[in-house]
């Protein structure tokens, strides 16, 4: 029988974190966010290694909608549209970061 706030049941903030957090790519992207402050579409594209357009679009949307990423659109010709983290997504870089640090240390 599964306990109601058990580990991995619906309501677990580890299964939650995941659900917002979880896949190849948005970590990354918010770390890259994180280390410049606002980035814009393009800039992001450079840094992440490897991640298409597709997933980076659909990234930064849920990350958006999750409420870890603000896009702010600018009504200029082109159109410029520039990401910075959430103060929600601010608090979570130290613990990335100390994930960082135990995959450099404990994965060769």
């Known amino acids: 029988m599964e306990k109601e706030n ?3 049941s619906a309501t677990c903030g580890l299964r939650k974190t995941l659900g917002i957090l ?5 970590i990354l ?7 410049v402050g606002v980035m814009r579409y393009n800039e992001l594209k450079r840094k992440v290694d490897g ?3 597709t997933m980076l679009a659909n990234s930064l949307h849920e990350l958006e909608n999750d409420g870890m ?4 659109q600018y009504m200029e010709m082109p159109v410029r549209v520039e990401y910075e983290l959430t103060d929600r ?3 979570v870089i130290p613990i990335l970061l100390e ?3 135990w995959g450099e240390k404990n994965i060769p």
């Open 6 to 8: 058990g580990i991995a």
């Open 69 to 72: 990423v603000l896009r702010k």
């Open 89 to 91: 997504c601010r608090s």
């Open 51 to 53: 991640i298409t357009n």
């Open 99 to 101: 994930l960082k640090a």
């Open 22 to 26: 979880g896949g190849k790519w948005k």
């Open 29 to 35: 992207i918010i770390c890259s966010i994180d280390e």
